[in-house]
């Protein structure tokens, strides 16, 4: 039987195994990049500040992370994944690593290391529009995959007959897999607004505040996604 201190032990090794995590780190620090946007409306001040340098920050973490969606792009599908899916996802993979590969050098250029500051600033742009195309692609991908996943469930239910599906283990795997896309399906949708934000194509309706809005909650889902599974204790 687990005592209580064995309980603080596991759940305190969570939050090291968590923090442990780069990619954790890099959404947490989202977090408090996008809900300081919030906060600071775009106006000058602390919170802006904070935003700002955030940001910049944040773009140390992502040195070389282009690399992942760069092999994504060149890895194999799963067999039977429709022409389309393969096409969108293998467009996402393209966009979010010219995307993450551009980001590089806007941080050189904020950095004082990339002098030319006009082009960086340029690059800056081009690699948020290639952002938001990576996340419509995402969008798009995961509403077929809920799809997919939606009729291969109908089809267990039909085989079950009258039995609980509940307690069929492959329906409640596809459950489980169709909800982490319905997170995911939210997250991408959510973070297109949060790209024409930071472009400023609807400055009149997506404004700072909006962004911020969005980007706090799209960086809570990341946060949430990242979490360790929680190991199962004996408690007295």
Request: proline share 4%; with cysteine; hydrophobic share 40%.
């Amino acid at each position: 039987m687990a005592t209580t201190l064995d309980v603080s032990r596991a759940e305190l090794a969570l939050v090291v195994m968590y923090l442990n995590k780069a990619e954790a780190r890099d959404k947490l620090c989202r977090a408090i990049q996008y809900g300081s946007k919030f906060l600071s409306g775009g106006q000058p001040g602390t919170a802006q500040n904070v935003d700002k340098s955030t940001s910049l920050a944040r773009k140390v973490f992502r040195l070389f992370k282009f690399v992942n969606d760069l092999h994504g792009l060149i890895s194999p599908v799963p067999k039977g994944t429709p022409l389309p899916l393969v096409l969108l996802g293998k467009s996402k993979n393209a966009l979010l690593s010219t995307f993450l590969f551009l980001d590089q050098i806007v941080w050189l250029g904020r950095s004082g290391i990339y002098k030319n500051k006009e082009r960086a600033e340029l690059l800056g742009r081009i690699s948020l529009f290639c952002w938001m195309g990576s996340s419509v692609c995402t969008t798009l991908v995961e509403i077929g995959e809920i799809g997919r996943l939606s009729s291969s469930m109908k089809k267990i239910e039909k085989g079950l007959k009258n039995g609980n599906k509940y307690q069929d283990e492959e329906y409640r795997a596809k459950l489980k897999k169709s909800n982490e896309r319905s997170f995911a399906l939210i997250k991408a949708a959510m973070d297109i607004v949060v790209a024409a934000g930071l472009l400023q194509l609807a400055p009149k309706k997506i404004t700072p505040r909006v962004t911020g809005a969005f980007g706090f909650v799209t960086s809570a889902i990341s946060c949430y996604q990242l979490l360790p599974t929680r190991p199962k204790i004996k408690t007295p």
